[in-house]
């Protein structure tokens, strides 16, 4: 392969992981929103039996929550481990500078 090919296929590389990254980083935030949201739909769910001081209800809600919570929690970390490994797979993805490369100089025309 030719250099200008060699160096186009790294640029297109570091573009897709760039994009990949992006990707993950929108599903990790999304998540994070789900898991918000899971408790505070918990403190809804919770209140009346702690206005009625149903402890076994009460924790009814807090076993539920924390199994939705714990599984979205194993969501984010898959995805955090795929997002290292995305960065750590080749040049650098959004931001840093791409390693210089050499360009065989063309011969001199005479």
């Given amino acids: 392969m030719s250099s200008f090919s060699d160096a186009a296929a790294a640029a ?30 918990f403190g809804a769910d919770a209140y009346p039996f702690l206005a009625a001081r149903d402890r076994a209800g009460r924790d009814r809600c807090f076993a539920a929550c924390l199994e939705d919570v714990s599984a979205l929690q194993a969501l984010i970390a898959q ?10 797979s080749g040049e650098p993805v959004g931001g840093g500078a791409a390693p210089a490369r050499t360009v065989a100089a063309a011969p001199a025309r005479t």
């Avoid at 570091?14 to 408790?39: C, F, M, N, P």
């Avoid at 995805?79 to 750590?88: C, G, M, P, S």
């Fill in 12 to 41: 297109m590389g570091a573009v897709a992981r760039s994009v990949g990254a992006a990707g993950l980083e929108r599903e990790i935030a999304a998540l994070q929103r789900k898991i918000k949201a899971r408790k505070q739909q």
């Fill in 79 to 88: 995805k955090e481990a795929a997002l290292v490994a995305l960065r750590a």
